[in-house]
T-cell receptor, first 110, second 116 residues
Framework: GENVEQHPSTLSVQEGDSAVIKCTYS??????FPWYKQELGKGPQLIID?????GEKKDQRIAVTLNKTAKHFSLHITETQPEDSAVYFC?????????FGTGTRLLVSP | GAVVSQHPSWVICKSGTSVKIECRSL??????MFWYRQFPKQSLMLMAT?????????EQGVEKDKFLINHASLTLSTLTVTSAHPEDSSFYIC????????????FGPGTRLTVL
């Protein structure tokens, strides 16, 4: 089955810096890669996603890149703000099932 | 985007009792819903896939007789934790896929279960 690894587990940045979170997956059949933001005590919230026929996608301060050959994808957040502090999960989907990475706790200090 | 709700948001129960958690798609129909469990500071783990009109499919290692799933309608799936024990204490989250096939999954706000 699919296995998703995520790094780093924690990331501390200063406000205004960029943050990068990386994930690798194992199943070449996976074709959908969402990123979720989860705040304490809440469900995951989709922030951006990418499908296997696209190499990069951007939405304001957030971008995701996908390298299908290497089976890795990354989340890029620019101009970070304190409200970006949360746990971020990557996921890979094949046959409608999502497999999540282990999560990255992002802390943005003012 | 589509909205998925869960009820209750939190529940405390005694060991040995059963607890029912509801998952509703509020403005769309979902023939399939997914149930996840998340322990503190850990990732989400898929427990089972709930299918409207048929039996749920469970992931390896998840006891189907302990975690009863009923997909009663196109907008409601329920998860019943039977004979709950303290080790069942967790955050339970449901999701439903968007109807277009390109929206991914929409997640509920989660239910915090504490078994005393």
């Amino acid at each position: 089955g699919e296995n998703v690894e995520q790094h780093p587990s924690t990331l501390s940045v200063q406000e205004g810096d960029s943050a990068v979170i990386k994930c690798t997956y194992s199943d070449s059949a996976s074709n959908y890669f969402p990123w979720y933001k989860q705040e304490l005590g809440k469900g995951p919230q989709l922030i951006i996603d990418i499908r296997s026929n696209v190499g990069e996608k951007k939405d304001q301060r957030i971008a995701v890149t996908l390298n299908k050959t290497a089976k890795h994808f990354s989340l890029h957040i620019t101009e970070t703000q304190p409200e970006d502090s949360a746990v971020y999960f990557c996921a890979a989907e094949g046959f409608q099932k999502l497999v999540f990475g282990t999560g990255t706790r992002l802390l943005v200090s003012p | 985007g589509a909205v998925v709700s869960q009820h209750p948001s939190w529940v405390i129960c005694k060991s040995g009792t059963s607890v029912k958690i509801e998952c509703r798609s509020l403005d769309f129909q979902a023939t399939t819903m997914f149930w996840y469990r998340q322990f503190p500071k850990q990732s989400l783990m898929l427990m089972a896939t709930s299918n409207e009109g048929s039996k749920a499919t469970y992931e390896q290692g998840v006891e189907k007789d302990k975690f009863l799933i009923n997909h009663a309608s196109l907008t409601l799936s329920t998860l019943t934790v039977t004979s709950a024990h303290p080790e069942d204490s967790s955050f339970y989250i449901c999701s439903a896929p968007g109807t277009s096939g390109r929206e991914g999954q929409f997640f509920g706000p989660g239910t915090r279960l504490t078994v005393l």
